[in-house]
């Protein structure tokens, strides 16, 4: 019998209901350009992120706080023209969304205008649920994200996993059960306990997507970079590399600077 996502043609926020409610799991990974996504898609990915990590793996910076909107719709309409199939969900960046529900709507409207995805994301819960209602009253599908939420690093203070303590799981569970009931399509939970992640995936109808959250959840997202190990310096417990592509580009680099060097490049096959 075929998987039911190969016959899946287009993944839209409904077939990802439908993938929870028939136990499929889901499976999303961040892009953030053309290349890779054509790859990611042709693949069979259901849900590309165009993460705000982009601030960290494709532009250099230490947090998600510095991406600009006009950034992420560069990173976000050239994943889109790469894509068939996958569902694209575009993050909206640090001080687009936070405190003033019009100017969530408003980048927004930028996003799904000038790059075609299908979809934004935001950080929070309560804190944020009337920019959450603005975006939706004009028809755009909102992914929720709870837990660690890199956008706060500063209040944070560290990376540590998130809601440990009674008081936090508790009001984790209170916004995820907010968000569903304002209508965001799906959850993102991220560096939680694996039973909370759990609890809350068998208590919304929601699928609830983890990174660091453990098997009892919908499906799994990871950072692209991090998992084909383009990355280097960072290493959580929950990232499996499936690669060591920083090594194997550096050894490419290597052979064609010797090779250049050595005049073994280009032969008589590599010339007109
Ligand atoms: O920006 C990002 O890549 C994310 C994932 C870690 C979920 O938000």
């Given amino acids: 019998m075929m998987p039911a996502q190969k016959k899946i043609k287009k993944v839209t926020t409904h077939v990802l209901s439908a993938m929870k409610m ?3 799991k889901i499976a999303m990974l961040t892009a953030y350009d053309y290349s890779m996504a054509r790859i990611l898609d042709e693949a069979g990915i259901d849900v590309i992120l165009v993460g705000d990590s ?3 793996v494709m532009a250099g910076y230490e947090t998600t706080l510095p991406i600009t909107l006009n950034e992420m719709i560069y990173h976000a ?8 199939r996958a569902l694209v969900v575009v993050d909206l960046p640090f001080g687009t969304y936070q405190g003033n529900s019009m100017e969530a ?22 804190e944020v649920v009337e920019s959450v209602e603005r975006i939706l009253s004009a028809g755009i599908p909102v992914m929720g994200h709870l837990g660690l939420t890199p956008q706060s690093i500063h209040k944070f203070g560290t990376y540590v996993v998130r809601a440990t303590e009674e008081d936090e799981a508790e009001k984790l569970l209170q916004d995820a059960f907010l968000l569903e009931e304002t209508g965001v399509f799906s959850l993102v939970l991220e560096k939680i306990p694996a039973n909370l992640a759990g609890r809350v995936a068998s208590e919304v109808k929601i699928p609830v997507i983890g990174i660091g959250a453990g098997p009892k959840v919908d499906g799994q997202v990871l950072v692209l970079h991090d998992m084909l190990g383009i990355t280097q310096e960072f290493s959580p417990r929950f990232l499996r590399r499936y ?11 290597q052979s064609y600077i010797q090779d250049v060097k050595t005049l073994d490049f280009p032969n008589e096959k590599e010339q007109y």
Wanted: hydrophobic fraction near 40%; aromatic fraction near 2%; avoid cysteine.
């Fill in 54 to 56: 982009a601030s960290n």
């Fill in 77 to 84: 309409a050239s994943v889109v023209r790469a894509v068939k």
């Fill in 22 to 24: 028939q136990g499929e």
């Fill in 105 to 126: 709507l408003a980048s927004s409207i930028r996003i799904m205008k000038e790059t075609g995805a299908h979809a934004v994301k935001l950080e929070g819960g309560s």
């Fill in 243 to 253: 690669h060591n592509l920083y090594q194997e580009i550096k050894g490419s680099v």
